[in-house]
DNA sequence: TATGAATGAGCTTTCATTCAT
DNA sequence: TATGAATGAAAGCTCATTCAT
């Protein structure tokens, strides 16, 4: 219905699996069946449609994060760190979200989004170190914020390597792997 | 004096910093001071250079990882494993190697860049794994496999956070947080 | 007011006098004052370009041979059948159509022009091959198929050397000489 | 052996197949195993390369024209005007000149080579008239000049329709209505 | 709101030609 | 004679963006 919905759920799909650099704006209206003024009506330019783009995608990938707070309400926090580990492990594992996790590395790796989306990444990477930090401040074993940007790092790798490898990839293997590991490290 | 050799160094600088896409023939060319026509006397088309300069960037990359080898010769599983580790994060570390890794994330990230290179990229991934598991096949407590993969990305993961985020990246601290956990894991 | 058929149209003179390969884009806007980006919104590349403009060449070389069938309504085949001819002679004698028919010789004869419009030739030599047959299978001396290829192929024959001959050519004895051959042949 | 003349050779059959504008020095080069430098060594440029092409290609269609003059010594006009018309169509069926043929209707009907070659061509079509005009001269029913020039016309649209149309061209049976025709209007 | 024709800059690529060796 | 690196002009084409409707 909403034009400007249509358009940003057409642009996400095409950056993701095309690039953004390769995706023209003509093949995002041909993939919505709108004209080019209707983009340009709705967002200044290319890289105002990126950002908003961003802001959809980072909205869609932490809805998922947002059901694991209230559960994680009043547990351990040996619970609690599993509890977002698994919930981590299982978006990164949702075949719907494939597509937002690997536009997700595209703008990291990629200079010239890193440019335009530098505040917005940002605050993301903000957000996810709150989740953690607000964790690991109660494992007295734990270096607060060294393991919080080293559990985030290591997650990202395993996406990463779990969305651009082929389709063996041991991604269960490797979660309970990693927990094992990390609940050694933290003695809990 | 080779151009060729000047062409692919000025491609590999413009690539890691500017991307693929928008690094045009053009601005290589008066990188090195040559005209467009000695760039495709030399490289069949775009991506092809984009090949050779992927082929280049393994290379230095690995020259490093070279080192490790006969200093490996005969030493228990662990210290071997540790030196490998040592090396991997030296060599990140490095400022002069910063622009290769950023380009092999950008490679990887990239899907019209990873079509180019699909076959190299599998090649690399394969070597990165033998590293690694002729290391881990002496360690009893070792998942051989999953091990390797698992400690592969969690690298990269922290490679990526470190190289395209502020300097002030505590990389020092997790990488012994990190070699710390690793043994941990293994019982070595 | 078109553009696009002013596009056609000039595309038509500039193939016909200079060649295809040898008419840029660049040209072809030059000669209606339009951008280049306006040529390409128009048609998707060059070789759809060749193909509309063939398309019209034939509309236009064919409205002439319309205006024959009516005319030739329950006349006896050999009135039919000069009727044709005499039609034929005149619209090649047109100075407006030679650049047309300077054209379709061009495509002919160039392989790669050929490449890309083997299907509408196919087309038009069907056409050309049925106004013969009709009026050839009501003479029975006539040998229907080898015959009409015979007199299509004369004829071509006769306009390619009127066409690209110096301004002396004696098209009119030709002509003459010519249906009196054929009607002898045909014992009409 | 000799360079020059593979070249020449590799010319012909590249510019027949593919169009002279659409055959690069390069590919030129690649087929007959020479260097870019050698062919500019031997001809001033792609246009005298062009010239010395045409010039080659011509000498070998008329060597075998060239068989006929003796054999005619003497005979009846009649039996002459047979013997030349035999010798044209056994000439274009030959498989081996196929080439040169389309490469001599590419020539005439491309404004370009046109006028690269004007003189050349020229030259050649006077000795074609001659070759006719020697013997219609002799047949009182003939009209000497335009009967050459119809001649000559109907051969060539013969001949341009058998060598670009599919395999299933009747010349054979067009060459037998053909001489039958032209016999009866010479009334010999 | 929405259309799509039009622009113009810039892109990759091709190519005849030159020239030092 | 011959090589092939290098040039530079020009080609076809793409694309974000503008604007009259």
Known sequence: MDKKHQIIQAAIEL??????EKTSINAICAHVGVSKGAVFHHFKNKDELLREVFIRMAQIISEVGDTVSPINDGLPAKERLVNLLDHIFLSMAN?????????DYQVRCQPSMQAILSDLIEERQQLMMASFQTILCDIP?????????MLIAEIDGIALNYLFADSD????????RFIK??????GV
Do not use: H, N, R
């Open 95 to 103: 075949a719907e979200q494939k597509l937002y996790y690997q536009f």
């Open 181 to 186: 590991k990390t609940l050694l490290l933290l």
């Open 141 to 149: 074993e734990a270096d607060e914020i060294v393991d919080s940007q």
């Open 169 to 176: 990839y041991p991604l269960e293997a490797i979660k309970e």
């Open 15 to 20: 950056f993701a699996t095309e690039g953004y």
